[in-house]
DNA sequence: CAAAATAATATGCATTTGCAATTATAAATC
DNA sequence: GATTTATAATTGCAAATGCATATTATTTTG
């Protein structure tokens, strides 16, 4: 009782509608309520440190990918492009960000990290890592794991770019 | 290689940071790249219609769950309850929901969703399945009961609301 | 190799957003 | 039961957002 309906197999079926698959078993509402909060509470840790939610994710990115052109960091960070470049902006003139042109490509403009910038966001950290420890709060080790390998495929299936 | 560390036992360690766990381990970076997509393939949808996210999003919820406080269905679409309240006005003049004052505290207005909504609704949601098809495109019935199940113990983690 | 098509970034502008303050009502406290 | 405190919803306003476009550089095509 509660589970997602599973057609027969083959024919199509006339389409399952919300009301009857319930917003509970409706993953992507799932997702964005979950994601909701978790955006909303770290935003609030955030403001304390001047940051945006577009900057503190680029910020994030580039903690672990450094030197992206803008486009791709777009992508990694979920923000538009030119949401993104104006973030950036503010990002360098208050040095957390370095500019490089790329040297093949003059079109393109790289984004680095600086010491500062990885200031700023261990500075946070311990709030995400936080947020991020309650929302697993007593799920197991190995259902997390389960979790993340269904998430990294999902992604794959849905993603426009090879990354 | 490249499962998130899990410390010995016991003893507070020096906090993991976001560079050592990798991006595509970190469940709050893949849900947001996740959901991401999916609002904006589904924003494309709905802009032909008329709809913008938090609308769409009131309708969504209005389809499962009818008569709403205003403030319950903010939190329930995950829509700041001042952007919900711009957002029904619109949907109201153009005939999507209903507000009903609420007989026992007249602070409260409740929504309901109409006919109209309903067909609005509708024609959006073949769109929102075949994203959501897409999403779990080979992934196997079983597992994605499993996700499910881990996404509502995260959401009682993280709601601020009993709902 | 000139012309056209594509790509990366920035920017103008109208719309949307979120925060704080406002208004109206209800509940709690003294 | 009057006063304080809390809750629901709206609204003013500054800031942020997204779209379309502009600009510059590169790649493709004829």
Request: no cysteine.
């Amino acid at each position: 009782m509660n589970e997602i309906k599973t057609p027969p197999s083959g024919k199509a079926e006339p389409l399952q509608r919300l009301g009857e698959i319930g917003l509970s078993n409706f993953a992507p509402y799932l997702m964005n309520r979950i994601m909701g909060r978790y955006n909303a509470d770290l935003r609030q840790e955030m403001t304390g440190l001047g940051l945006t939610t577009p900057k503190m994710r680029a910020l994030a990115v580039l903690s672990v990918i450094d030197d992206l052109p803008i486009s791709e960091l777009a992508v990694y960070a979920v923000v538009e492009q030119s949401t993104l470049s104006r973030s950036l902006e503010q990002l360098a003139s208050d040095g957390l960000v370095r500019r490089d042109p790329d040297p093949s490509d003059s079109r393109v403009t790289r984004i680095g990290i600086t010491e500062t910038g990885r200031a700023a966001l261990d500075q946070l950290w311990p709030s995400m890592a936080r947020i991020y420890a309650q929302m697993f709060k007593d799920i197991p080790d190995e259902e997390r794991q389960a979790f993340v390998t269904t998430l990294q495929k999902m992604l794959k299936n849905i993603r426009k770019h090879d990354f």
